[in-house]
């Protein structure tokens, strides 16, 4: 077994034994993100996403994404690639996690029947509710429809959640990603929260995202 791929099981380990998800990312944090972004062994990083990745398979919801400061490096490493470049530094992802506001943010996939009449994504809400039944509630929701079928195990597009799919007039609009964007202030970065996906006040679907299994 060589040296890296020695270091990267032992980084993957690490995940998934996991304290608290981190708030703030070090030089070194950020480094371990990009390595596993730009593993070529899918399975390692089939390992890490598992945690982040909450199936929920109740319609029309599909999944939940939980994206942490130290997966968004590294979702960008990995995307860029897997288009073969592999020149993503720790000081251009340094670059990039001060350019923002630091948050937790909560992506949610849905499916739509084929005949629904949607000139928009509906307007789902996302929360979260802690273990003391206290509601966190958004600063910022972002819809983005999808026109063509969602791939399953495509990479999240970044930095626009769920990506932007150019409508075509021939086709319907099939699906959706709302993105929910929380203050990291507001969440206990060990804590276990219920995403609760509600329309119109009425509760579609909620799954548990384990923070400590995070990082």
Do not use: W
Not at 151 to 180: D, F, H, N
């Amino acid at each position: 077994m060589s040296r890296l791929t020695t270091t990267l099981a032992c980084m993957l380990a690490a995940q998934l034994t996991a304290l608290a998800m981190q708030a703030a990312l070090d030089p070194r944090a950020v480094s371990e993100a990009i390595a596993i972004g730009q593993t070529r062994a899918d399975r390692d990083r089939a390992r890490f996403h598992a945690p982040y990745r909450l199936v929920v398979g109740k319609p029309p919801v599909d999944a939940v994404e939980v994206i942490t400061p130290f997966r968004r490096v590294e979702l960008v490493a990995e995307a860029r690639a897997q288009v073969g470049d592999r020149t993503f530094s720790q000081r251009q992802a340094l670059e990039m996690l001060s350019a923002t506001p630091p948050g937790l943010e909560v992506q949610v996939e849905f499916t739509f029947h084929p005949l629904n009449t949607y000139v928009g994504v509906p307007d789902y809400v996302i929360s979260l509710i802690g273990r003391d039944g206290v509601r966190v509630r958004p600063d910022a929701i972002d819809r983005t429809p999808r026109y063509g079928a969602r791939v399953e195990g495509s990479p999240l597009p970044l930095p626009v959640p769920g990506g932007l799919i150019v409508p075509k007039e021939s086709q319907p609009m099939l699906g959706g990603t709302v993105t929910a964007r929380f203050d990291l202030r507001a969440v206990v970065p060990d804590g276990q929260y219920d995403v609760v996906i509600d329309e119109a006040k009425k509760e579609l679907a909620r799954v548990r995202a384990s923070l400590e299994r995070m990082r």
